[in-house]
Structure formats: structure tokens, C-alpha cells
């Protein structure tokens, strides 16, 4: 807990300070990465084979949700929730897909 809790006011501190990881993000970078760690569960992106489960939210469900913004999901994916396999994301990496969630928004 004390790990996630320093992880997030780091993204905090970054957010306030106008130098979000998120903002830094490369969305390509994050759709290859979206495809390699997230399409067997989410469907990721319109050229993707399949997704297993039709009732997780698509990126593009999460990406129309004003609720998550690039820095929430970067929080979030610094710890996401159990169900989730341990992809063990960096910061950079964490940034790439928020950054390409946030490029899905209408």
C-alpha cells in the first residue's frame, strides 16, 4: 500500500505541476501496447482480432467516460484491480496507454 500510495502522489505532483506522465504519452507506443497486454480480455481497437469478453468495457466505452481522465487512468493503471493480470507497467508505458485511451475519445 505504502508503494501505490508514493506511485500516486507522484503522478499527483506531475499533474499539478503540468508535466503529467500522461501528457507525455505516445499514444501509437500505447495501442501496440494495448494490443500485446489488453486485447485478450478489452476490445482495444477496431483493426483488433477479438476480445474474450464482450462485457468489459471497450477502450472506446472508457475513453467517452468524462470521468477518466488521462491522469485517473494513469492512476489507475499503477495499480489496477485485482482481476487484472500483474502486467507490471512503467511509467512510461502507463503514460502510452492512457495517452492512447484518452486519442479514442470522440
Known amino acids: 500500500m505504502r508503494s501505490f500510495l508514493g506511485g500516486a502522489t507522484l ?3 506531475a499533474a499539478l505541476s503540468g508535466a503529467s506522465a500522461a501528457e507525455a504519452g505516445d499514444a501509437a507506443a500505447g495501442k501496440a501496447l494495448a ?16 476480445a474474450s469478453s464482450a462485457s468489459l ?12 481522465t488521462e491522469e485517473k ?4 493503471l ?6 487484472m493480470p500483474n502486467m507490471t507497467l512503467g511509467n512510461i508505458e502507463i503514460a502510452n ?3 492512447y485511451i484518452e486519442s479514442l475519445a470522440p
Open 35 to 50: 494490443l500485446q497486454w489488453c486485447s485478450a480480455c478489452h476490445l482495444v481497437s477496431e483493426d483488433q482480432d477479438r
Open 78 to 83: 499503477a495499480d489496477p484491480h485485482p482481476q
Open 73 to 76: 487512468l494513469a492512476t489507475f
Open 57 to 68: 468495457p471497450s477502450f472506446y466505452d472508457i475513453a467517452k467516460d468524462p470521468g477518466w
Open 97 to 99: 496507454l492512457a495517452s
Open 11 to 13: 503522478i499527483a505532483v
